[in-house]
């Protein structure tokens, strides 16, 4: 059983079945739509991202589902960001790459080279992971993969800050407070203070190529399930009860759905829903130790997606024919009410296609950690015809636990969302996603040779 089918669930059914073969039984429980938090809403007949809206282009996971199902990258339209910070524009992008470059030094002097540097170097020690997995490698705790990946210093590195990180290899406070404050606000709506490694997943997002899928995200969710040909309930999940059979643990999982409850025995159940108090009442019956609440909180974040006309003049631009940016990033200021807006494009991008015009109603999508009142929804645009409001608890609190989840959760019991608090993003869910069913299998069949295995990189060297 695979409890969600997000990103993590989708994922992890077709991994499932890549190690298992064919004859696998997937059940895949959902209790809403199929996608998770990677979503669209309709404007117009048009459909936008309201959800996960960019893959990087190092995802090699990702890049792999779309080819595999057949799915296209979504056309580029280019535009320009800046960097708002309640008063004026703190750092303005032009259309020459140079004169970009040159701001950046300007203004902060070698700090955007220092950057770059250090999100290099945890990149490059990241992407090893694929190495890995390529021969079957798996890893029992987030401690012991990122061990393996990037030693002690990838552990401490969801320990302390990523402020803290970057001023150690001499990126200026002022850099911080400008550039990397408002690329955290965008990613996670969060500060500085998030973890280091999370901050430099999210900082490589910010510096690298980025891609969508052409139709929407959510495309590769329900394709990988079709693949698989995964039978998917849709119910709510409400708990797991232990049981067992000649040696073997065996699962009972517990649901609700519209004609009342129910139960289905499983010998192996991957949970990738969060199960942080608050977010689920999920219960464990019969485990020994008993499996107790996991600390942390989620953060709510809130897409509003406006159909209407940009108020330029908030911006310091009167005329808004002259209004150059299609997204803005926010510093971190008590008073700013939202953490990014964009003007976005559709999922569907035709070849005559082109981004609306500053001074027309365009599509907007505005991030912000509360719901925008109509004074503040007002400040922002002159006027709309509409707004379209989700609300998620999209990803963890990272200041709210001191210590990673397990993965391991019983015998053949695994929790996926673990991940999230190494960082959160669609690639890192699918790593985790073949980890588990790496580590599932291994486990299975006893090959312990395969699980948490030190000097991997050695290892990988000489089976080359």
């Given at each position: ?25 997937l059940?895949?429980?959902e ?11 309709t ?67 070698i ?14 020690k ?51 407070d400008?550039v ?11 500060s ?32 990988l ?8 309930i ?39 829903a ?17 499996i ?30 002259l ?12 008073d700013?009410?939202f ?60 200041d ?65």
């Open positions: 059983a695979v409890v969600g089918a997000g990103i993590g669930g989708s994922a992890v059914a077709y991994f499932l079945q890549q190690h298992f073969g064919p004859q696998v039984q059940d895949v429980y209790k809403a739509s199929v996608g998770g938090r990677l979503a669209t809403v404007v117009n007949k048009q459909q936008y991202e309201s959800g996960g809206a960019s893959i990087h282009s190092l995802n090699l996971h990702m890049q792999d589902f779309v080819k595999i199902l057949g799915l296209k990258h979504r056309r580029e339209v280019a535009g320009k960001s800046a960097i708002f910070s309640g008063e004026h524009f703190v750092l303005e992008e032009t259309d020459w790459y140079l004169l970009n470059l040159f701001r950046l030094w300007w203004h902060y002097g700090s955007f080279l220092r950057l770059q540097m250090w999100v290099e170097e945890v990149m490059e990241f992407m090893r992971i694929y190495k890995y997995q390529a021969y079957g490698y798996a890893f029992s705790s987030l401690e012991e993969l990122l061990r393996s990946l990037g030693g002690e210093a990838f552990v401490n590195m969801t320990q302390r800050s990523v402020a803290e990180s970057l001023l150690e290899v001499g990126v200026t406070q002022r850099f911080v400008d990397i404050a408002a690329v955290l606000r965008s990613s996670y709506g969060q500085v203070l998030v973890p280091a490694f999370a901050g430099a997943m999210s900082l490589a997002g910010a510096q690298g190529s980025t891609w969508a899928v052409e139709g929407g995200n959510k495309l590769v969710c329900s394709g399930l079709k693949l698989t040909k995964a039978n998917v849709p119910a709510t999940v409400t708990g797991v009860s232990l049981h067992s059979s000649e040696g073997r643990a065996l699962y009972q999982v517990h649901y609700e759905d519209s004609e009342g409850q129910g139960s289905s025995f499983y010998d192996m159940v991957v949970l990738t969060p199960l942080q108090p608050g977010r689920s009442n999920f219960t464990f019956q019969n485990f020994e130790p008993p107790t609440d996991f600390p942390g909180a989620f953060q709510p974040s809130v897409t509003s997606v406006v159909h209407g006309y940009l108020n330029s003049s908030y911006f310091g631009f009167p005329d808004p024919k209004f150059p940016f299609a997204s803005i990033l926010t510093t971190d200021t008590p700013l009410f953490n990014a807006m964009d003007n976005i494009c559709p999922v569907n991008i035709s070849s005559a296609f082109r981004r609306k015009q500053p001074q027309e109603a365009a599509v907007w999508r505005v991030l912000s950690q509360q719901p925008l009142d109509k004074q503040q929804l007002k400040t922002l645009f002159r006027s709309y015809y509409s707004v379209q409001v989700t609300e998620w608890q999209a990803y963890p609190h990272y709210s636990a001191k210590s990673l989840p397990p993965i391991v959760l019983h015998d053949n019991l695994f929790y996926l969302s673990s991940v999230e608090w190494v960082a959160s993003s669609m690639e890192m869910v699918a790593v985790a996603a073949k980890n588990v069913a790496l580590l599932a299998y291994n486990r299975w069949y006893q090959d312990l040779e395969k699980i948490d295995q030190k000097d991997l990189m050695h290892k990988v060297k000489t089976e080359l």
